[in-house]
């Protein structure tokens, strides 16, 4: 089995101390980040599809979620792009009412490699706290706001009306998220929308640089 067959079959198992080395054992083999980030996506795909079924359960989805952050982070040093320029802020968040991480983070990691300052507010933050962040830090050009679940797109809604009804201006707001589609972005009055965090990069710096 190559070894990224074994980085996905360890993640989709939770193995947390040993997802890090198989993921350093299959850069070595010679796969590519971006195969190897896939695998793992691919993992946590069967994971939620095993848990739709009732096969899995939440401790196991948070295990392999863990296991897939491990990975990552070996990862990133890999993954990184051209972050010499300075492109501005970038604030991100889940919204509120929403503890799933796994995308937020990636994406960050990726606007960071394309050149942004990253402010990471975390899971579960609200509306307001997004403006105090926007106004609490220095040149912020792009605010990132992700929902995973289909019962928080109302908050996503809410957090991009505040912000938008806020007065603050000079930056752009992207949305993105599984549930989430560029015509609910559209809807909401998101300025852009992405499907996943390679596309989010690519947005974000059209954004700015447009
Ligand atoms: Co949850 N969960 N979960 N979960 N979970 C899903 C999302 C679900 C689809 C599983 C399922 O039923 N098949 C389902 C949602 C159904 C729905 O609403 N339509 C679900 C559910 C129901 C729940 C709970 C309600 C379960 C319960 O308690 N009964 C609960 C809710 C808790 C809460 O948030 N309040 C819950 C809890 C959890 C855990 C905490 C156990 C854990 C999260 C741990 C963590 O994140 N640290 C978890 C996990 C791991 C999952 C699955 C299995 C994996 C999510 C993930 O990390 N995917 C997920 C099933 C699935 O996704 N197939 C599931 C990998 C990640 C790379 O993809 O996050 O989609 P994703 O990010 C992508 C894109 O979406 C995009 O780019 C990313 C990378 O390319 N993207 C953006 C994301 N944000 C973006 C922002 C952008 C642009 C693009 O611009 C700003």
Request: glycine fraction near 10%; proline fraction near 3%; charge should be negative.
């Given at each position: 089995?190559?070894?990224?067959?074994?980085?996905?079959?360890?993640?989709?198992?939770?193995?947390?101390?040993?997802?890090?080395?198989?993921?350093?054992?299959?850069?070595?083999?010679?796969?590519?980040?971006?195969?190897?980030?896939?695998?793992?996506?691919?993992?946590?795909?069967?994971?939620?599809?095993?848990?739709?079924t009732g096969e899995l359960f939440v401790p196991e989805m948070l295990i392999a979620a863990k296991a897939m952050a491990k990975g990552v982070?070996?990862?990133?040093?890999?993954?990184?792009?051209?972050?010499?320029?300075?492109?501005?802020?970038?604030?991100?968040?889940?919204?509120?009412?929403?503890?799933?991480?796994?995308?937020?983070?990636?994406?960050?990691?990726?606007?960071?490699?394309?050149?942004?300052?990253?402010?990471?507010?975390?899971?579960?933050?609200?509306?307001?706290?997004?403006?105090?962040?926007?106004?609490?830090?220095?040149?912020?050009?792009?605010?990132?706001?992700?929902?995973?679940?289909?019962?928080?797109?109302?908050?996503?809604?809410?957090?991009?009306?505040?912000?938008?009804?806020?007065?603050?201006?000079?930056?752009?707001?992207?949305?993105?998220?599984?549930?989430?589609?560029?015509?609910?972005?559209?809807?909401?009055?998101?300025?852009?929308?992405?499907?996943d965090a390679g596309s989010a990069a690519v947005k974000a710096k059209e954004l700015v640089t447009v």
């Open positions: 089995m190559a070894k990224i067959d074994d980085v996905k079959a360890n993640v989709e198992a939770g193995k947390t101390k040993l997802v890090p080395g198989l993921v350093q054992d299959a850069l070595n083999e010679g796969s590519a980040a971006a195969d190897i980030l896939q695998a793992m996506v691919d993992a946590m795909g069967v994971v939620g599809e095993k848990f739709s982070e070996v990862l990133k040093p890999h993954m990184a792009g051209d972050a010499s320029a300075s492109l501005g802020t970038c604030i991100i968040g889940t919204v509120e009412g929403d503890l799933h991480d796994i995308g937020k983070n990636l994406v960050a990691m990726m606007i960071e490699s394309a050149g942004f300052t990253v402010v990471d507010l975390g899971v579960d933050v609200s509306a307001s706290k997004f403006v105090e962040a926007i106004k609490a830090n220095e040149n912020v050009r792009l605010v990132a706001c992700s929902g995973l679940l289909s019962t928080t797109m109302p908050a996503l809604k809410e957090t991009v009306q505040t912000i938008k009804a806020s007065g603050l201006t000079g930056f752009k707001v992207m949305v993105g998220g599984a549930p989430v589609t560029a015509q609910y972005a559209e809807a909401v009055g998101a300025d852009a929308y992405a499907p």
